[in-house]
């Protein structure tokens, strides 16, 4: 089977959907299924399209106020679409809600080929934080108008948790919903060197440390952490908070961190490469911190878990069916609770090796071939199913 990708992000963007789409593509080629992926281009002509086979890679501008991500042209997706030799592909997979959905609910119509969509994205609560000044419940019905709208253009759409097809489901969504997270590949177990992402980063060999890896973005919810933090430092003062990663809020967050006078406590460690530097933050951390209110799975966790780190978080949308059997603390947001769970693990050698076994089992049963395995079920499915003719999706320009 041949399967055409569409994404308004991918590496050398780093986030969940880049990764799943990877991670997938990677696997999927194991059961048989090639795949194409369209991607926005984040270099120059050339600069990022040979980082891997089977990545076709558009014409894509800057996006204001966001300089991580690209918003791909709309006729140049439409060209590089349309240039694509008939039969070149039996299936679309969408995985972005944005200019990638409508070019590829356009694509498989003209090709007469069923689609899917995953749905990655919390898209109301994303839509909150970056649309401040609009009143809550007026972005709350436009998500919710809008997720709707683009559920019922496609033949089928993956959930990456339970409690989102739940969501969806809430919203009035009536394409059927399959429930697959993304799983872990082996190359996530590989054992990182904590100890040379500390002297790297300068930080002393025996000082606690709490890390959060992730978009640092307003939904994740970081300055939650940050308030945590200052509870943590009265019961263990030489604590470190770890913030990895790049995204809009970063230079916010710097601005909290001074407000709050935490400069010689909080490190932000940017954007760290995956295959190694990523491995070995996380092995570096003594306790992984997460608050996330939006996550519709929680990669990262999964990710703390297979490098054996302890994990104190909330259990929020996606988080709520990864965590569950891990051995990480649940708490609730709410910080005298979480911060003493914080401290507690700090202090507790016995509970924190118990806690890293039973991380690392629980990985050990989310592994991406399996669910690669069942991604090309459901692409079957999709195949045999009986298709009704679905009205093409507006372009972004008619919105």
Known sequence: MRVLFISDVYFPRVNGVSTSIRT????????????????PRYGAAGADAAEEPGVLRVAAAGVPGDPEDRRMSWRALLRALDALPPGAFELVHIHTPFIAHYAGVRCALRARVPSLATYHTFFEEYLHHYLPLMPRAASRFLARSFTRSQCAAVQALIAPSEPMRTVLEAYGVRTPIHVLPTGLPPDRFRSGDGQA?????????????LTYIGRVAHEKNIGFLLQVFREVLQSVPDALLVIAGEGPARSALRAEVAALGLDACVHFAGYLERESALLDCY??????????????????????????????????????SVLPGSGALIVPEERAAFAAAVVRVLREPGL?????????????????AAMARRLAEIYRGVQAAPRTVRVAA??????
């Not at 992402?197 to 000082?207: E, N, S």
């Not at 507006?394 to 919105?399: F, G, T, W």
């Open 24 to 39: 997938f593509r990677e696997d999927l080629a194991h059961c048989g299924i090639d795949t194409l992926l369209v991607a």
């Open 197 to 209: 992402f500390r002297l790297r980063a300068g930080i002393d060999l025996r000082r606690p440390l």
């Open 283 to 320: 092995a570096a951390a003594d306790v992984f911190v997460f608050a996330s209110r939006t996550e519709t799975q929680g990669l990262v966790l999964l990710e703390a878990m297979a490098q054996g780190i302890p994990i104190v978080s909330t259990a929020e949308l996606g988080t709520r």
């Open 352 to 368: 924190r090796a118990e806690m890293a076994e039973r991380g690392r089992a629980h990985a050990r049963s989310w592994s991406s």
């Open 394 to 399: 507006k372009s972004p320009q008619e919105i």
